[in-house]
C-alpha cells in the first residue's frame, strides 16, 4: 500500500501534512498540536503464481497520526510525530504504533531522529509509483526504523538527503563479537523547473542477508539508482526510473521504468512499465494502471489493475506470491 510519506504534521523536507482537514490546536504562543489520519478500505482480488484466485475486502492501512510543532526561537522549529495503525472494519482490536519521530527545522534544513522514510524510496523507487496497491516491483532497501536523517535547505534548485541506520544486535548471538551493524543512505536531486533529476544509493548494511536467525551476520550489498521526472504540461507528467540491486553472490539484478500520470480534471489516470532484468534468471515485463477521482474534498476512490509477470516455476518466488491483482478501494483523509 502506498500512502504519503509520513503524514507528517509539520510542513518540510521530505514530508508531507496529515491531511488538509487535519486539526490544529493552538496550546501557546509557540506550540501547536496536530491530529490527522486516513481511512483506507479496499477490494482486492489477486491471482497468486501458484494459479489460485483470492479476494479479500479489507482496511488497508488506517491511522492515526498525533502530534505537535514548537518554536524554539533562532529559526529553529521541534516537531515531533507518531502514527497508529488501526483496523476500520473491526475484523482486529489492536492499535499499534507504526512509527514515530523527532525533528528540528531552520535555515540549515531539517533533522529528523525515528521512523522516518528512506530517502532512497522518496526520490528513486516513488519516481514511478503513482499507486495505492499495484506498485512495481523495486529494490529492496534498508528498513525505516532507527533512522538519523538530514534534509539539506533547497540551494537553487539543488538538495541533497544523507541518512544512517544503527542496527543493533545481541552479542550472545554473533559470532564475531559485533553487535551493531550501520547502513548508510544519500540521495541527491537537482530540479530545473520542468525536469528534476535524482540518484541514490543505500549501502543496506544494518540488513543480514542471512536471516534473522542466522549467528553470521552477513549484509546486504549496495543498491544504486537514478530517476528522471518532467512535467510534460500543466496536466501530463512523465518519469523514469533506474536501479540496480546486487547480493553476496555476485549477482545483480536491473529495475528500469517509466509512468505517466495524467490529471483529467476530476482526478489522475496513471500508469506504469518496468523490465526486471538478473543477470541469472529470466527477465520479465510488469505492466499496471490506474485511475482515482475525488468525490468530495478529502475523499477519494480509485480503481488499479496490476500484471506483475511472476512465474512460480522460474523459482524465484513464492507460490503465494502476487501475480495478478485488481482493486477498488476508498481513501479518506482528515
Known amino acids: 500500500m502506498k500512502h504519503a510519506p509520513k503524514l507528517a504534521l509539520l510542513v518540510a523536507a521530505g514530508m508531507a501534512s496529515a491531511g488538509a482537514q487535519a486539526a490544529d490546536f493552538e496550546v501557546s504562543e509557540n506550540t501547536t498540536l496536530t ?3 486516513e481511512v483506507v478500505l479496499n477490494y482486492l482480488y489477486e491471482k497468486k503464481t501458484n494459479g489460485e484466485n483470492d479476494t479479500d475486502f479489507k482496511d488497508d492501512g488506517s491511522k492515526v497520526v498525533i502530534g505537535g510543532t514548537r518554536d524554539l526561537g533562532n529559526g529553529i522549529t521541534a ?3 507518531a502514527e497508529f495503525e488501526y483496523n476500520t472494519l473491526g475484523n482486529s482490536d489492536t492499535v499499534s504504533r507504526d512509527g514515530s519521530i523527532l525533528g528540528f527545522v531552520g535555515d540549515f534544513g531539517e533533522v529528523a531522529i525515528g521512523a522516518s522514510d528512506n530517502v532512497f524510496e522518496d526520490l ?7 499507486f495505492e496497491n499495484a506498485s512495481l516491483d523495486a529494490v529492496s532497501l534498508t528498513d525505516e526504523d532507527s533512522m538519523l536523517t538530514y534534509y539539506s535547505p533547497d540551494m537553487d534548485g539543488f538538495s541533497f538527503r544523507l541518512q544512517g541506520r544503527h542496527n543493533n544486535r545481541d552479542n ?3 559470532g564475531d563479537g559485533n553487535g551493531s551493524e550501520v547502513s548508510l543512505i544519500a540521495a541527491a536531486e537537482y530540479d530545473f523547473g520542468p525536469v528534476a533529476l535524482a540518484a541514490a544509493y543505500d549501502s543496506r548494511g544494518s540488513i543480514n542477508a542471512n536471516g534473522s536467525d542466522s549467528n ?3 549484509s546486504q550489498d549496495h543498491v544504486v539508482g537514478i530517476a528522471a521526472v518532467a512535467q510534460l504540461s500543466d496536466r501530463l507528467e512523465a518519469s523514469a526510473r533506474f536501479a540496480q540491486e546486487n547480493d553476496q553472490a555476485g549477482n545483480d539484478t536491473d529495475y528500469t521504468a517509466i509512468a505517466l500520470s495524467y490529471n483529467y480534471g476530476g482526478g489522475d489516470l496513471y500508469g506504469a512499465a518496468q523490465s526486471v532484468d538478473p543477470s541469472n534468471g529470466d527477465s520479465n515485463t510488469q505492466t499496471a494502471a490506474g485511475i482515482n ?4 474534498s478529502d475523499v ?3 480503481a488499479e489493475y496490476g500484471d506483475l509477470d511472476r512465474k512460480f516455476s522460474d523459482g524465484e518466488f513464492a507460490k503465494l506470491d502476487t501475480d495478478k491483482l485488481g482493486v477498488a478501494g476508498l481513501k479518506y483523509e482528515f
Open 216 to 218: 553470521e551476520f552477513k
Open 293 to 296: 477521482y475525488e468525490i468530495a
Open 124 to 130: 528513486i523507487s516513488d519516481a514511478v509509483d503513482p
Open 172 to 174: 550472545d548471538d554473533v
Open 35 to 37: 491530529l490527522g489520519g
Open 79 to 81: 516537531f515531533a510525530e
Open 300 to 302: 477519494v476512490i480509485f
